[in-house]
């Protein structure tokens, strides 16, 4: 309970969180508003968009296809969506499943176009987009990207196989027997969801902002679902009875590039390795909502968080994380410590004014994140809402927190004008990018 004490706020918008272990839930909770325009309080029947938690759902869909014999994972992918762009002819089901097509992302390609968050977004709008395209990002197979375009074909995929729409079939054969009576993927931006969490976005300069979410299309995002209902099938994949021991396996683990290598990614899972723990996870974030998916196979523990609010202080992951940190402190491996410095090791560097300026500005990720890097008294300064953590500089481009308790690195990059143009940096959850 600890590691969500700075969620016990009821005046303000909040969340959800379940910890379930060898299919027992241990931990239960609700915190704040679920729409504070109207003060109605969270509960367990509150129902949260969970982002990119959608394609666990379309992956488990796609392997009960693949084990009843419709699907072949080797099948190329316009055996059952003829209508594809001739780019995307080497394609396979495989590559859509393990994030190693090289489709770009639907998303990043709309943002790019000068679509806005609040716009509508349907799937005939993502599919005439990725006709537009002319190639690829790189030869299927070979590496592995996220890119939300591949679940939004791989529900195309199952409306062609089943007849049913992904919305429709899972209702029948995952919703309905688990009794999740109040999950559906939604595939209409309009349809009206009995007792929704309604989201807010926070601006640094403009404050609390009413979400957006006018999507459309359903497979890489779009699935709508509450505490209670979230549980049983965190349950289901910990013993099936929807679904197999086969499609579990599909689930956890990773799929292969073609020379071998660890793709990263299952049927809508990320997975890799934890503190020494095999880790299956997913996070998501779409229209002002958040939300984490934790799973350790070797303690059957699983943690998820859903938050309707995008404040940075509670990142669901971070808390996701940490909950897996406090329950699974003694079989989790203890960090080393840090070597001593090496001789002639770069140490900090002294910076004029005029040189931090350049890096100064406003960097988004994720499409709807924001990271300002200011400058204040001289020096560089990450803001995150009205606290700002000093930066030292490290070298070329590269900063650390002045606080050695914060581990991450920002390192900055110049476009081709030889402006600084991009950030990249790592929170302990893999590089992002800004």
Known sequence: ARVFQEWERPDRQGGVVAVIEKGQVIFKRCFGQANVEYQLPTTPQTVYDVGQLAECVTGMAIGMLVEQGKISTSDPVKKYLPNIPSYADGLTIAHLIHHTSGLPDWYELMTAAGWNDGDVMS??????????????????????????????????????????????????????????????????????????????????????????????????????????????????????????????????????????????????????????????????????????????????FAVFVFANWDYAWNDPNICADNAVDVCLEAMLEKPAAPPAPAAGERKPVSLSPAELAQYVGEYRYNGTNYLLIALEKGALVYKQGPDGYRLVPMGEGRFSFEDPNIPVVFAFSKGPDGKVSQLSFNAGTGEAIA
């Open 123 to 300: 799937v005939d709008h993502i599919h005439n987009i990725m006709k537009r395209q002319k190639q690829l990002l790189f030869e299927p197979g070979t590496k592995s990207l996220p890119s939300r375009t591949d679940y939004v074909l791989l529900a195309a995929v199952v409306r062609g196989v089943t007849g049913q729409s992904l919305r429709d079939w899972t209702w029948t054969n995952i919703f309905k027997p688990l009794g999740m009576n109040r999950t559906l993927f939604r595939d209409s931006y309009r349809e009206t969801v009995e007792n929704r969490a309604y989201s807010i976005n926070y601006h640094y300069r403009d404050g609390d902002l009413k979400g957006a979410d006018n999507l459309g299309a359903v497979g890489s995002l779009g699935l709508f679902t509450t505490l209670d209902d979230f549980i049983k099938w965190v349950v289901n994949l910990e013993s099936p009875v929807v679904g197999s021991a086969v499609v579990k396996d599909k689930l956890l683990a990773s799929g292969k590039l073609a020379d071998g290598r660890e793709a990263g990614f299952s049927y809508g899972f990320t997975v890799d390795t934890y503190k020494g723990l095999k880790r299956v996870y997913k996070s998501g974030n779409w229209g002002g909502f958040r939300a984490a998916f934790r799973y350790i196979p070797a303690a059957s």
